[in-house]
């Protein structure tokens, strides 16, 4: 009886550290002398953050803050989608940065292909915004998340369930 061996290959990012991460940005902002008088916000919602700050030069630094803080705490950057930047108020500025998750459906198309291509012995198949990828030898699945991790996609890449 030949057993099957699979993983998942999912785009996701750990919440908690991303609540932490703009915890983290606000308090920088309420000590850092460049950005404590500039009455920042930046919110948190679902599945975006929204910064409101006076300047779009203040907005640069913030982002810059904010990219500092994610990749400490292992956050990929490819998880922030810059919106444009709006006028608020008066002269201020305000941009929604989207937060991207899940493998879109033309991506997961993408990562079939180029798996069917290489790898003659796995089968990956798309499974909503997931895309699972089976073998019977562990050592091609290692082979196929070694080659995904040298691409470079649009998205961070996670590979989990591997059993």
Do not use: C, W
Not at 89 to 114: C, H, N, P, Y
């Amino acid at each position: 009886m030949a057993s099957s061996f699979s993983f998942d290959v999912v785009s996701d990012f750990d919440r908690q550290e991303l609540v932490n991460t703009v915890d983290q940005v606000e308090r920088e902002i309420k000590s850092r002398y460049d950005l404590k008088d500039t009455d920042t916000k930046v919110t948190l919602n679902a599945d975006s953050i929204t910064v409101e700050t006076n300047s779009e030069f203040t907005l640069s630094s913030i982002h810059d803050v904010l990219q500092t803080k994610a990749s400490k705490r292992g956050l990929s950057l490819k998880i922030f989608d810059y919106g444009k930047i709006d006028s608020a108020s008066g002269s201020r500025v305000r941009q929604e940065i989207a937060l991207k998750k899940g493998i879109s459906a033309d991506l997961a198309k993408q990562l079939s292909k180029l798996i069917r291509d290489e790898f003659k012995k796995v089968q990956p198949s798309i499974q909503g915004d997931v895309v699972r990828v089976s073998s019977k030898s562990k050592d091609d699945l290692q082979e196929v998340m070694n080659r995904l991790k040298q691409e470079d996609f649009p998205v961070a890449l996670q590979f989990m369930n591997y059993r």
